[in-house]
């Protein structure tokens, strides 16, 4: 939880990988929230101090996982409006912007984005999001210790380097420092 709040405050696109993998945590233990009380939260827990605040977080993901029907797949509604979010800032930096520096990044990982998105259930999902699943599957991939090819490494680069961008970008906009001048 507080790994959580620190990253959604310095990092947007770390965060919503760290919480994919909290979901991912979460979905493991069945949205069982006793489990969770019982097995991962004391693993987790920095401070006993921290206790009811944690308890509280992962029992109010549990609730919303369920109600959402998102117990085997998708994100946290919180989740999606950043990703909304993000998607709406992709378009108004190619489009409205005219970002020239954004522009080359996504030509640059577009072929490693359309790859990914073939050999996965992502066929038609906005690069952004592609790129944010590869990253996730990259992440899990070094947690396992499997190994990455140098080749899978270079295009997945490009689609960080796509990512590292519009995070600052978003970090920028929401902190009221980004101009955006349409005349």
């Given at each position: 939880?507080?790994?959580?709040?620190?990253?959604?405050?310095?990092?947007?696109?770390?965060y919503?990988?760290?919480?994919?993998?909290?979901?991912?945590?979460?979905?493991?233990?069945?949205?069982?929230?006793?489990?969770?009380?019982?097995?991962?939260?004391?693993?987790?827990?920095?401070?006993?101090?921290?206790?009811?605040?944690?308890?509280?977080?992962?029992?109010?993901?549990?609730?919303?996982?369920?109600?959402?029907?998102?117990?085997?797949?998708?994100?946290?509604?919180?989740?999606?409006?950043?990703?909304?979010?993000?998607t709406?800032?992709?378009?108004?930096?190619?489009?409205?912007?005219?970002?020239?520096?954004?522009?080359?990044?996504?030509?640059?990982?577009?072929?490693?984005?359309?790859?990914?998105?073939?050999?996965s259930?992502?066929?038609?999902?906005?690069?952004?999001?592609?790129?944010?699943?590869?990253?996730?599957?990259?992440?899990?991939?070094?947690?396992?210790?499997?190994?990455?090819?140098?080749?899978?490494?270079?295009?997945m680069?490009?689609?960080?380097?796509?990512?590292?961008?519009i995070?600052?970008?978003?970090?920028k906009?929401?902190?009221?420092?980004?101009?955006?001048?349409?005349?």
């Amino acid at each position: 939880m507080l790994i959580a709040e620190q990253k959604r405050k310095e990092n947007i696109i770390e965060y919503l990988l760290y919480m994919y993998q909290i979901e991912d945590i979460v979905r493991s233990m069945h949205c069982d929230y006793e489990r969770i009380k019982t097995s991962l939260i004391p693993s987790v827990l920095p401070n006993p101090s921290f206790l009811l605040q944690y308890e509280r977080w992962y029992e109010d993901i549990c609730k919303e996982l369920k109600r959402s029907g998102k117990t085997q797949k998708g994100h946290l509604y919180e989740l999606e409006e950043v990703f909304a979010e993000l998607t709406l800032l992709h378009r108004t930096l190619l489009e409205i912007m005219i970002d020239e520096k954004y522009k080359v990044l996504v030509e640059n990982a577009l072929p490693s984005i359309e790859e990914f998105s073939s050999k996965s259930t992502l066929v038609n999902a906005h690069p952004i999001e592609v790129c944010l699943h590869a990253m996730n599957m990259k992440l899990q991939l070094k947690l396992r210790k499997q190994e990455i090819t140098a080749e899978t490494d270079a295009a997945m680069d490009s689609m960080r380097i796509l990512l590292s961008y519009i995070g600052r970008e978003y970090a920028k906009m929401k902190s009221g420092k980004w101009g955006i001048n349409l005349n």
